[in-house]
């Protein structure tokens, strides 16, 4: 059965910052096609772009380069990121923040002197990050948002994509199912080129950040294509998550860096402060050291009534507190917590997936007519991102992909889909309707559970067998799982079963991933091996749906470990 099926020459899915910017530059390079832009919540409304607190890194000062920001990308990743993406996304994001100015109509914060305002960012050697105060993202989405709205491109809102489609022989692909949420009614739109940029999204961690449309639909969507992930065990942990209790869904939400930066501290249960036992820098210390400095205290039981850690602020003066961290000080109230004279509960949070499907400068992937940009894409970051380089990825690779798929798009015809993978593909989405209700939140806390404990900030080869033994089982259950409701309208028990077909598909990789790296890099910290390896010898992780992972050299086409692009380092 071929559902009801509508034309693009273009498809899209996803509306952050991947997707608009995309439709955008299609948009501009070929007037003339038809542009879909497809989403599974509300366009500008929608997705992690929008939740940018800190800015978007970018070389504009006389005094920094892009260069420097290459190293600092490369080294903050620890050797492992694809050179040629990292130097793509350096070198674009001057032009892209230039477009998102002169062109799109963002205001960022700006010098007295009127030159555009960097601020400090961690892990980087010059300030270049800028912002709009700490709301940059809405200020982006906003205002690409409008210029999508202005322009003729169409939106399927609310739609939500389950399965890539391609031709019956396999050799590209030839469109997209997906749901109408509004509805539960299929909708099959076929296209000439597609973009994948529905943004990963590490929410299969009991404490995360992302926003909650977000669950490794794309990333499942392409393990089931057949295409390779890559770097899928660098989940970066954002130290300071807000622990309000697990009611609210502000328990996992951001705390900014800048309260660590400031002079912030970190207390155990008993109110002491650890830090400075796990690292000369304590608080200032990367996220990842501060992490597992933090989860290595909770093992150790001493916490907080909701069992996480304390930041404190109190030291610095109220009166400091609430004003140069106004936003963060409304947030805390709202839960009941007073930052600036007292204390607030606080647990290390999964932020952001470095790893993503394989993909090339030109955004295709190894599936004709796909192409891949933002969060869903792996191998720009490495073993770690730098906070700032979240956004620029996904604006820089979005524009590529929206030139690339127009010039495409010149050459290539719609092709027919392969019938019986749509059949296929309908027959997995209909069985939890056709069986009896199950019990979905147990689930979803046992993979919770999984997920943090085993899979999450320290690793260990026993941990990860157990985890992928546990995620095998859930993933079978899941299959004898029903929704028992025969609406389809906003069935939002029948989403939630698809959310956690795909959280627990991308946490087998995740967890097969992690097996496969016996070192400690950046992210990833195995404590049965605790050092990281040769730099030079450096590999990354390749994973298939089999979880078949294959290492793969890192290509050292710019820079090798030792040396530096930086004249004067060098
Ligand atoms: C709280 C927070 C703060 C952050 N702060 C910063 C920062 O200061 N600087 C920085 O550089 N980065 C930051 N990041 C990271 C940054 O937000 C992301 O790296 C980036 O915005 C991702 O863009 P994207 O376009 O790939 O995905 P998103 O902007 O997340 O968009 C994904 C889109 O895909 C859609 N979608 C998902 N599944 C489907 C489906 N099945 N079908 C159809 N559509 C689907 C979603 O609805 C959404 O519209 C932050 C992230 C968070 C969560």
Redesign the pocket.
């Known amino acids: 059965m071929v559902p009801p099926t509508r034309d693009s020459d273009i498809l899209i ?7 608009l910017f995309a439709a955008l530059h299609a948009h501009k390079a070929a007037p003339q096609l038809s542009i879909t832009v ?4 509300l ?1 500008g409304k ?12 970018v070389a504009l000062a006389k005094e920094d380069s892009v260069e420097r920001h290459f190293m600092d990308t490369i080294e903050g990743g620890k050797w492992l990121p694809d050179q040629e993406l990292a130097w793509q996304l350096v070198t674009l994001a001057v032009e892209r923040i230039h477009e998102l100015e002169n062109e799109l109509g963002c205001f960022f914060d700006r010098n007295p002197d009127g030159t555009v305002h960097q601020k400090a960012f961690a892990g980087q050697t010059f300030d270049r ?1 800028v ?1 709009k105060g700490d709301l ?2 809405i200020e982006i ?1 906003n205002r690409l948002a409008e210029q999508v709205w202005a322009r003729r491109i169409q939106r399927l809102e609310e ?4 399965e890539l489609i391609k031709t019956p022989a396999g050799d590209a692909i030839a469109g997209v199912l ?1 749901i109408d949420m509004r509805t539960g009614d299929y909708l099959f739109v076929r296209a000439r080129a597609v973009l994948l ?5 590490p929410t299969m961690y009991r404490y995360h ?3 909650g ?3 490794c ?2 990333l499942a ?1 392409a393990l089931r294509a057949g295409l390779a992930l890559r770097d899928m065990e660098m989940v970066q942990f954002h130290p300071t998550g807000l622990l309000a209790g697990m009611h609210t869904r502000m328990t996992g ?2 705390l900014e860096e800048g309260l660590r930066g400031a002079g912030g501290h970190l207390l155990n249960g008993t109110r002491e402060r650890f830090m400075p036992a796990y690292d000369a820098k304590a608080e200032r210390a990367t996220r990842d050291l501060v992490s597992r400095a933090m989860f290595t205290e909770m093992r150790k039981g001493n916490t907080t009534p909701h069992g996480g850690l304390y930041i404190s602020m109190g030291h610095l003066g109220p009166a400091r507190v609430r004003q140069e961290f106004k936003g963060m000080v409304e947030r805390c109230a709202d839960c009941g917590f007073d930052l600036a004279g007292g204390l607030v509960e606080v647990v290390p949070t999964a ?2 997936m470095m790893g993503g499907v394989e993909f090339g400068p030109d955004c295709t992937t190894a599936l004709p007519g796909l192409f891949v ?4 894409a792996g191998g720009v970051h490495g073993a770690n ?1 730098l ?8 604006t820089v690779f ?1 524009a590529v992909a929206g030139d690339a798929m127009a010039a495409w798009v010149r050459s290539q015809g719609l092709r027919q889909p392969d019938s019986r993978a749509i059949d296929a593909a309908i027959a997995r989405c209909e069985r939890p309707l056709a069986s009896a209700r199950g019990d979905l939140e147990a689930l979803r806390e046992r993979l919770y559970d999984t997920m943090w404990e085993r899979v999450g900030i320290l690793r260990n080869a026993s941990g990860l067998a157990q985890a992928r033994t546990e995620l095998d089982g859930l993933a079978a259950e899941l299959e004898r799982t029903g929704v028992g409701e025969s609406t389809r309208a906003f069935n939002l028990s029948w989403h939630d079963w698809l959310n956690l077909q795909s959280l627990v598909a991308v946490s087998q990789a995740i967890a097969q991933a992690a097996a496969a790296r016996q070192e400690s890099r950046g992210a990833h910290y195995r404590e049965d091996f605790p050092n990281t390896g040769a730099l030079e010898a450096s590999a990354y992780t390749s994973i298939r749906a089999d979880g078949t992972v294959t290492m793969k050299p890192v290509a050292f086409t710019r820079v090798r470990p030792g040396q530096s692009l930086l004249k004067h380092a060098a």
């Not at 996803?14 to 997707?19: I, R």
């Not at 497809?38 to 919540?41: E, I, L, P, Q, S």
């Not at 739609?159 to 389950?162: Q, S």
């Open positions: 899915l996803g509306a952050g910052g991947a997707g497809a989403v599974k919540g366009l929608c997705g992690c772009t929008r939740m940018v607190q800190g800015g978007y890194n990050t912002h940059t993202g989405i739609h939500r994509a389950v997906f940029a529905t943004g990963g999204g950040t992302p926003s449309d977000k669950t639909d794309g969507m939400t951001v932020h952001y940009a933002g969060e869903d991102r906070g700032g380089n979240g956004v620029a990825n996904s979005g």
